[in-house]
């Protein structure tokens, strides 16, 4: 096996750090640095910081995610970006494995999409959160039956695509029941070991694969809450080859695993597909690919309408004794602030001057969205009260509301204890609406 010698290049250059990164299935460590790099696409040379280490299964991991999980380090995909080159996407043809070679097989390009590597239409969903590609999971299916949980569970923490991960990973609860939906289906003459489902070692030699269900993942669309797309999943995407111990005999792990850290999207959900990872436009797009014969693809259905429900959830914070905060953006550009939960009253109120110990406030002159609706409103709680102008303006939340949508709300100029010692710049009445002044 290859590996990089550092001490017999001259353009190497150490950063005099050391380096932890976490994957998905395991942690390494090792010393950063900077080289130039290419590629035989890339006709040009560019420097990118790389992390060497000794604990990898082959020469080395490219990684494309967002600066966030660089560690501080100019990464390749963002080093080639920066150039000024190319668009800021990049696009993935997986094939699987070719049955001569025992092979993974499959095509990458930088900068754009290529038009014969997919059939069909391309369906994007928005990408969540600009960290890992996070999306959002609308439902399952194995064979025809809908998994009975609420959307937001196969969400719970985060969903990402990754191309490093072999398996589609699911929180236990999900996989329990992916996996007794797959037993309820499968005749009882055709013997599967239960140990086959847990663990890799139990291998599966020249499966029937007309007997497993197909298994349905339906994404959020970019057209809306009230659209979905499924990609389709067969057997032979979710049954993994891990040996071929002659030309007529190959043999299969179950390539879905439980996760502890979110929902993950690994190669037995993307194979088949032709996925474009188009950061510029906060999305990725899933395509048929054009990989092999028609009957050995990946299916994609859509646009499939839905009822419009949102299937993210919200982080909340707070500090003892002040109660819970969402973190929520106002205006354009976006001005973001802690507002406290509140369902003793049906009112939005932000902070728009410099009230009491308030640690930032609304400045509704810096929004272009910002409409006063010329209206003085006032209202009085438990614990003080609040004067201001009704206006109306957008909004977003980091994980459920990713499309901004138009609000009334008091921007509040006049306070009596509301804001004292409270670490909140505002605050959101989800009581009925007969009680609200805005």
Request: hydrophobic content about 35%.
């Amino acid at each position: 096996r290859s590996y990089f010698q550092p001490n017999t290049s001259s353009t190497y250059v150490s950063a005099n750090k050391r380096v932890r990164i976490r994957y998905t299935s395991s942690i390494v460590s090792g010393d950063a640095g900077s080289d130039v790099v290419s590629t035989k696409s890339i006709e040009f040379s560019l420097r990118s910081s790389m992390v060497l280490v000794n604990s990898l299964n082959g020469s080395g991991i490219l990684g494309l995610a967002y600066p966030g999980l660089s560690h501080g380090l100019t990464s390749f995909y963002d080093a080639l970006n920066a150039s000024g080159n190319i668009r800021d996407l990049f696009s993935i043809r997986l094939c699987g494995v070719e049955q001569e070679t025992f092979k993974l097989n499959g095509s990458m390009t930088f900068g754009g999409t290529v038009s014969n590597f997919y059939t069909g239409s391309i369906f994007y969903t928005p990408i969540k959160k600009e960290l890992h590609y996070e999306i959002i999971i609308t439902g399952m299916m194995v064979g025809s039956e809908k998994l009975a949980v609420p959307c937001s569970q196969f969400n719970d923490k985060s969903t990402i695509v990754d191309t490093g991960a072999d398996k589609l990973l699911l929180p236990e609860t999900i996989f329990d029941s992916v996996v007794n939906k797959i037993k309820e289906q499968i005749p009882r003459s055709y013997r599967v070991s239960d140990s086959f489902w847990r663990y890799d070692t139990q291998l599966l030699c020249n499966p029937d694969y007309s007997v497993f269900p197909d298994i349905t993942i339906s994404l959020l669309s970019v057209e809306g809450l009230e659209k979905e797309f499924n990609l389709i999943l067969e057997p032979k995407n979710y049954l993994r080859a891990r040996s071929k111990r002659s030309k007529d005999e190959t043999c299969l792990s179950f390539g879905v695993g439980v996760s502890t850290t979110g929902t993950v999207l690994g190669l037995a959900a993307l194979e088949g597909y032709y996925v474009i990872f188009d950061r510029a436009n906060k999305q990725v797009g899933f395509a048929q690919s054009s990989c092999g014969s028609s009957r050995d693809r990946s299916r994609i259905e859509g646009s499939i309408s839905r009822v419009p429900h949102n299937c993210a959830y919200e982080n909340l914070r707070g500090e003892p004794g002040t109660g819970y905060t969402l973190n929520v953006s106002i205006g354009t550009p976006p001005q973001w602030f802690q507002i406290l939960l509140d369902t003793g009253s049906s009112n939005f109120a932000v902070a728009a001057a410099q009230l009491e110990k308030v640690k930032s406030y609304f400045h509704v002159e810096d929004s272009s969205s910002y409409v006063d609706l010329q209206k003085s409103v006032g209202v009085e709680y438990t614990g003080g009260s609040w004067r201001g102008a009704l206006a109306s303006d957008l909004i977003t939340a980091p994980d459920s509301i990713s499309t901004p949508i138009r609000v009334k709300l008091a921007a509040v100029t006049k306070s009596d204890k509301l804001f004292k010692d409270l670490p909140m710049q505002g605050l959101i009445g989800l009581a009925y609406k007969s009680i609200a002044k805005v």
